[in-house]
């Protein structure tokens, strides 16, 4: 069995063994296709994708893209009292010993500064499933089998399912309010969170999850952080489900304020009539997206490569036409027309020489994805890494 047992009355499945050797194939190209029971493949070079079709002997096969997949048969039909027939998923870090190129996981959870993700999924009718995004810990920095912990974000309910346990309450995270389900699985605890209607894309805070399930003491900060998963569990159908894009990052870009400390002095910010001065001997800019057909993320590092320290910083730069952002984590972000300015936020505002500061934003497109050509530094252009 490829993963641990997510039904209400599955305890029996158990008995069909936790070892299982894995499909692995090259890197993925657009077109991907995996039909293998547990075939995985990377992307990015820095995501697993894999099929883990664990709960049925019937076909599944997936279309692995270059920012995610979609499922294109699901042949399982699963009792909707018990377990889905597979959890076809992408994900950061370590499942079963599959483990992502160059991850940092597993890392304890008093060690993690920030943990942020984005999604966006396509969601069919006439389905039973959830789209369901994983967070999974465990006691010791665990790379195989099943770990002790599993939090559960149901982004999409569809038919006659429920999550694992019973109903708790209800608790607001990241901003929204969810029900909060508790319970087991004869493998291991699980917590989830369940919303009250669909979410097709969101950019926000893993830790905010983290820190509640902390707070209602089923972790501790000892505990390590294993991987970042986002799929579906099919119980019937579920051709045409799809996740157009994921991206995971712990202790890196994509830094979301609310979760990270200021520093002990705060910045002295910028003068609201001029500028603050460029840097002195020059910056960088490094410019990763994760783009799909309407829209995409961007993860921006400013590196200061100037003999002294920024105070203050104001990232300019021109959007091709048909971009429009959206959300935005680690700075201010405003657009007229198709002009961008991105401006420090109260704890980062300061970057030190030789160091860098790291943004991000979510942003609609139209037409053929094309990056920004330029960006100024508080005026002064910027190479482009």
């Known amino acids: 069995m490829k993963r641990p047992i997510r039904a209400i009355a599955a305890a029996a499945l158990l008995l069909a063994g936790t070892a299982t050797a894995f499909v692995v194939n090259s890197a993925a190209n657009a077109a991907t296709e995996i039909c293998q029971q547990y075939g995985s493949t990377t992307i990015q070079n820095r995501y697993v994708v894999q099929n883990n079709r664990w709960g049925t ?19 399982g039909v699963g009792n909707t009292s018990g ?40 969601f069919v009718n006439g389905a039973t499933y959830n789209a369901s995004y994983d967070i999974w810990l465990d006691p010791s920095p ?25 109903p708790v309450g209800s608790a607001t995270v990241g901003g929204r309010t969810w029900e909060v389900w508790q319970g087991s699985n004869g493998a291991n605890n699980v917590i989830s969170y369940l919303a009250p209607s669909a979410i097709t894309s969101w950019n926000f ?22 991987s970042i998963q986002a799929g579906f569990e099919p119980w019937i159908g579920g051709a045409g ?20 400390p200021p520093t002990t002095a705060s910045p002295t910010p910028p003068s609201t009539t001029s ?12 410019y990763d997206t994760n783009a799909w057909n309407s829209g995409f993320t961007a993860n921006v590092t400013v590196r200061n490569t100037g003999s002294t320290a920024i105070n203050g ?6 959007l091709p036409a048909g971009q429009r952002v959206g959300n935005s984590w680690n700075a201010t972000v405003t657009q007229t ?45 910027c190479a482009v890494a």
């Open 205 to 226: 805070s893993v830790l905010d999850f983290i820190n509640d399930i902390r707070n209602r003491g089923a972790i501790t900060n000892s505990w390590y952080l294993t």
């Open 313 to 318: 910083w104001d990232l300019g730069f021109t």
């Open 142 to 166: 665990k790379r195989d089998g099943v770990n002790q912990m599993e939090i559960m974000i149901w982004f999409n309910r569809q038919g006659n399912i429920q999550p694992i346990g019973s």
């Open 275 to 286: 500028p603050p001065p460029g840097p002195a001997g020059g910056c960088t800019i490094t």
């Open 241 to 260: 489900l799809a996740v157009n894009s994921f991206s995971a990052a712990v202790n890196g870009p994509g830094t979301n304020p609310t979760t990270v």
């Open 337 to 381: 027309g198709q002009t961008v300015s991105a401006k420090n936020i109260a704890w980062n505002g300061v970057i030190a020489a030789g160091g860098t500061a790291a943004f991000g934003f979510q942003a609609s497109s139209t037409g053929a994805f094309a990056e920004p050509g330029a960006f100024t530094l508080n005026g002064t252009a």
């Open 83 to 122: 377990a889905p027939v597979s959890y076809p998923s992408v994900f950061l870090g370590c499942h079963y010993t599959n483990c992502s190129p160059g991850t940092n996981l597993p890392i304890q959870v008093s060690a993690i500064n920030n943990a942020t993700s984005s999604i966006d999924y396509t």
């Open 57 to 75: 002997s019937a076909e599944q096969c997936i279309n692995v893209t270059d920012t995610g997949f979609s499922i294109t048969r699901q042949q």
